[in-house]
């Protein structure tokens, strides 16, 4: 599932195509690194085990490995997932530590217990029914553990006014838990400037949302 973008429903495509289609254009699509907001939140946890969706290339769910967490990640693209691997072991981390699994997030039972849900810009062009994944996945969450969502409230272009998507408040919404069991920790838009592969720089926004379960 792609990192960078907008959500939009397109009935007439397959999505497991077209992704497989958009890894086969270029290799890497992205830069491998993790995103900023999910090193600075999951620098201050307990390291447990994680579940990425949409993990793309694999940056983030690496990342969590590197640092202590059983992490792993999901994504539709089997060419996504090929990448994701081949990353990791050449970090040198085994499946015991970074685990990639290639499905459908609307199709599969995943019925574990996680410490930490991260969705960094789940947001796609072609059908994806993000809501119930994004619900289903919260489900999930342990007692003391996190759900984390980044997703893009704009995206790059050189005028620096893009298109609205995300707001922090459309996403708790879309999340839709409930004051009893959750607590809120963050919800805001957060400003960054993005470099593009001509090395031009652009300003862009984030939604971002993390809640604790409560104990």
């Known amino acids: ?75 539709i693209s089997e060419k996504a997932i090929a990448r994701a691997r081949s990353a990791a072991q050449t970090e040198g981390l085994g499946e015991d530590r970074a685990r990639f699994v290639a499905g459908d997030l609307t199709e599969m039972d995943l019925d574990a217990e996680v410490d930490l849900v991260s969705a960094s810009f789940f947001q796609s062009p072609v059908m994806l029914n993000r809501t119930a994944i994004l619900r289903a996945a919260a489900a999930m969450v342990a007692p003391g553990g996190h759900i984390l969502v980044v997703s893009h409230a704009s995206m790059p272009n050189r005028n620096g006014d893009g298109p609205k998507f995300s707001s922090p408040e459309e996403e708790v919404e879309a999340l839709g838990l409930n004051d009893r069991d959750w607590e809120p920790l963050i919800i805001e838009s957060r400003a960054r400037t993005h470099a593009g592969r001509d090395g031009v720089e652009m300003e862009l926004e984030d939604a971002v949302v993390l809640y604790r379960r409560k104990s």
């Open 1 to 75: 599932m792609s990192r960078h973008e907008h959500n939009h429903e397109d009935s007439d495509t397959n999505p497991a195509e077209h992704w497989d289609r958009r890894y086969g254009e270029a290799e890497p699509i992205w830069t491998g690194k993790v995103n900023k907001v999910l090193a600075d939140v999951a620098s201050g946890l307990e390291p447990g085990r994680s579940l990425d969706l949409g993990c793309g290339e694999g940056g983030d769910v690496i990342w969590l490995a590197k640092n202590g967490w059983t992490a792993l990640g999901i994504d």
